[in-house]
């Protein structure tokens, strides 16, 4: 996602991501990347939990990721140390004003990342959007 910041921001939205390490590896991490948005931690993984994210060892090693990591080391993607809970799945989330979820892409195994198209999709019917428009609008992925 790091090369859809300013797409993002365009949109009149802001990039943040949730990690599961410490503060000092997010620290670390942050330095170390010259990450350009706000990077939280929830090393109790709550906030995972509350989203409905999968944690397990048969979700982040099934057949699926071993496709994801060889298409990462074709484009040059290389998997650091791995830091906090190994076996935690992320997602991503659109969230509007007001905490309603208007995309949610929740990974199946390693390697599974939403579709940035379909975010910023998601982003751009929020800018569309007036208020009291009926239905939740959420778009779903994974």
Known sequence: MRGEVEA????????????NGTPAQAKAFASSHEVPFPLYVDP???AYQAAGLRRGVL?????GSFGHALRALRTGAR???????????G?????????RVAFRHVSRNAGDHAD??????ALAKLG???????????????
């Open 8 to 19: 993002i921001r365009a949109l009149g939205a802001e990039l943040a991501v949730v990690g």
């Open 91 to 99: 997602g991503a989330f659109v969230i509007a004003p007001g905490g």
């Open 128 to 142: 569309d959007r007036t208020a009291g428009a009926g239905g939740d609008g959420a778009e779903r992925s994974g």
């Open 79 to 89: 998997q650091g140390l791995t830091q906090g809970d190994p076996w935690q799945l």
């Open 59 to 63: 979700d982040t090693l099934s057949p």
């Open 44 to 46: 109790k993984l709550a």
């Open 116 to 121: 940035a198209a379909r975010i910023r999709k």
